[in-house]
């Protein structure tokens, strides 16, 4: 009988202290706001390699397989650090923009010798020595012949280690610094690795018979 009237007073309090962590923790959950919100894009596009014959890729997709529920909250802790836009979308325009600058981006998917199917794995801070921050980006790549329907992957890994700052807008700087240094580097050891020569040059439509 004692035992059961402890249970009946012990339950509420502990569904209480329950409820009481579950209102810690929203409160804790950093909220986005101008201040906390990083615009990431290169400062100058990467240059691609140079081809064995003229080519032209079209971006048709970039999905993100991070299967991180809140894709543009790069840090929860110092208040959050967020994106701007979804990391997908970031490493899409960067691509394009580095394709366009050298002039091998196709108008659109029909005229393309190559479709590009970019995946993103990891986009933002990983873990670091605790002074230092340490930026991922992690790609693969299906790079598609239309005309014949085979396709390759290409995986591209870029890292970037940042020194620590203490001050929030010098922290904020950093991690800008550090993402889109990691983002370039991705992007430029896929354009400019050998993985990608080799799945063009495997991929490339054989010519017809004559006859």
């Given at each position: 009988?004692?035992?059961?009237?402890?249970?009946?007073?012990v339950?509420?309090?502990?569904?209480?202290?329950?409820?009481?962590?579950?209102?810690s923790?929203?409160?804790?959950?950093?909220?986005?706001?101008?201040?906390n919100?990083l615009?990431v894009?290169?400062a100058?596009?990467?240059?691609?390699?140079?081809f064995?014959?003229?080519?032209?890729?079209?971006?048709?997709?970039?999905?993100?397989?991070?299967?991180d529920?809140?894709?543009?909250?790069v840090m929860?802790?110092?208040?959050?650090?967020?994106?701007?836009?979804?990391?997908?979308?970031?490493?899409?325009?960067a691509l394009?923009?580095?394709?366009k600058?050298?002039?091998?981006?196709?108008?659109?998917?029909?005229?393309a010798?190559y479709?590009?199917t970019?995946?993103?794995?990891?986009?933002?801070?990983?873990?670091?020595?605790g002074?230092?921050?340490?930026a991922?980006?992690d790609?693969?790549?299906?790079v598609?012949n239309?005309?014949?329907g085979?396709s390759?992957?290409?995986?591209?890994?870029?890292?970037?280690?940042?020194?620590?700052?203490?001050?929030?807008?010098?922290f904020?700087?950093r991690v800008?610094?550090n993402?889109?240094?990691?983002?370039?580097n991705?992007?430029?050891?896929?354009?400019?690795?050998?993985?990608l020569?080799?799945?063009?040059?495997?991929?490339?439509?054989s010519?017809?018979?004559?006859?």
């Amino acid at each position: 009988m004692a035992q059961q009237r402890l249970r009946a007073l012990v339950t509420p309090l502990v569904a209480f202290l329950g409820t009481g962590c579950l209102w810690s923790l929203a409160a804790k959950e950093p909220t986005q706001t101008p201040e906390n919100t990083l615009s990431v894009k290169l400062a100058e596009p990467v240059k691609p390699q140079s081809f064995s014959r003229p080519v032209k890729f079209f971006v048709k997709n970039a999905i993100d397989r991070s299967g991180d529920p809140q894709p543009i909250l790069v840090m929860r802790g110092r208040g959050g650090v967020f994106l701007d836009r979804e990391p997908k979308e970031i490493v899409r325009e960067a691509l394009q923009d580095s394709l366009k600058a050298a002039g091998l981006l196709a108008a659109d998917e029909a005229s393309a010798d190559y479709v590009l199917t970019v995946y993103v794995f990891h986009f933002g801070l990983d873990e670091g020595s605790g002074m230092e921050l340490y930026a991922k980006v992690d790609l693969n790549v299906v790079v598609k012949n239309p005309q014949t329907g085979k396709s390759q992957e290409v995986t591209a890994l870029g890292t970037s280690i940042e020194k620590f700052a203490v001050r929030k807008k010098n922290f904020m700087a950093r991690v800008q610094a550090n993402l889109e240094e990691s983002l370039g580097n991705a992007l430029r050891n896929f354009l400019r690795g050998t993985k990608l020569r080799e799945a063009v040059d495997s991929l490339a439509q054989s010519p017809s018979p004559q006859g």
